[in-house]
């Protein structure tokens, strides 16, 4: 079974959720994350002082194991699950918002049971992909090889994708995978990285150099390959058909991250 992470912005996302608690339900709820110990109960703090509180006992350590009625989780999941309990479908609000932003963002979608209407979390994606693992992983590299410069592209990106600016996580996302292979090519061979006049001839190299894969079509002379198939998609403005702007988004997110990890494994580990 799929252990469930989740990023730092979806976890404060959920903590916000929690200001719809009275004080007492939020006591409550504080019993049930086996916080107690940490966060006061009352009327001593306001319900919003005491979701800093949460958020920041939970980030300390999201991979705390607590005991629910729904068996073992971590905390991080358990405090997620607390939060979508309190989502109403068809309702907009800006907390609820964020956090439906965030699991998406993480690989996960709300369902609604047809009997009781309950709503229930799930796993959108696969359990190899773990998109916050991805995440996690992807930044660790980045910084790791000292692409600073890619670094911050992915960082806009994810942020504009947060405030739901689906034209400016759009543009980082294709500006982080841009630079993240001319990082690449300069990393494989500088020399030759610097005598290329464009990003796009600094990938041909990569082929050249056996980094990009042609017997998988990763790279071909004919320009129908996966690279280039992956820009042009990630060139276009609009939605794709059938999707909005916002599950477009989302989807170039998971695919340029999981992407991203491919061949920054490739570049660091040889695989």
Same mark, same amino acid.
């Given at each position: 079974?799929?252990? =469930? ?8 996302? %959920? =903590? ?7 004080? =007492?339900?939020?006591? !409550?709820?504080?019993?049930?994350? =086996? ?33 629910? @009625? ?26 609820? !918002? ?11 979608? @709300?369902?609604?049971?047809?009997? !009781?209407?309950?709503? *229930? ?19 660790? @590299? @980045? ?16 942020? %504009? ?5 689906? %034209? ?33 001839? *600094? ?46 988004? !989302? ?21």
């Amino acid at each position: 079974m799929r252990t =469930a992470a989740f990023t730092r912005p979806t976890i404060i996302a %959920a =903590a916000e959720m929690l200001e719809r608690h009275t004080q =007492a339900s939020f006591d !409550t709820m504080i019993l049930r994350l =086996a916080l107690e110990g940490e966060i006061p109960d009352g009327t001593g703090l306001s319900v919003p002082k005491k979701l800093g509180m949460v958020a920041r006992a939970v980030l300390a350590r999201p991979d705390h194991v607590v005991h629910t @009625l729904d068996g073992s989780a971590t905390l991080a999941e358990a405090l997620v699950r607390e939060a979508v309990a309190l989502v109403r479908p068809h309702f907009t609000w800006p907390q609820q !918002t964020a956090l439906l932003r965030g699991l998406a963002r993480d690989g996960y979608v @709300l369902e609604e049971d047809e009997d !009781t209407h309950a709503i *229930r979390l799930r796993a959108a994606l696969p359990e190899k992909i773990a998109l916050p693992e991805t995440d996690d992983e992807v930044r660790g @590299l @980045l910084r790791q090889l000292g692409f600073q410069i890619s670094a911050g592209h992915l960082d806009q990106a994810i942020e %504009a994708h947060t405030r739901g600016d689906w %034209a400016a996580a759009n543009a980082q996302l294709r500006t982080f995978f841009e630079s993240l292979f001319d990082a690449i090519a300069f990393a494989v061979d500088h020399a030759t990285a610097s005598g290329c006049a464009t990003s796009e001839s *600094r990938r041909a190299m990569l082929a050249g150099k056996r980094f990009l894969a042609t017997d998988r079509n990763e790279w071909t002379q004919d320009g129908k390959n996966f690279i280039n198939g992956l820009f042009k998609m990630l060139h276009t403005d609009g939605s794709h058909p059938g999707l909005s702007d916002e599950d477009h988004s !989302t989807f170039r997110l998971h695919l340029v991250l999981v992407s991203a990890r491919a061949f920054l494994r490739r570049l660091t580990y040889g695989q």
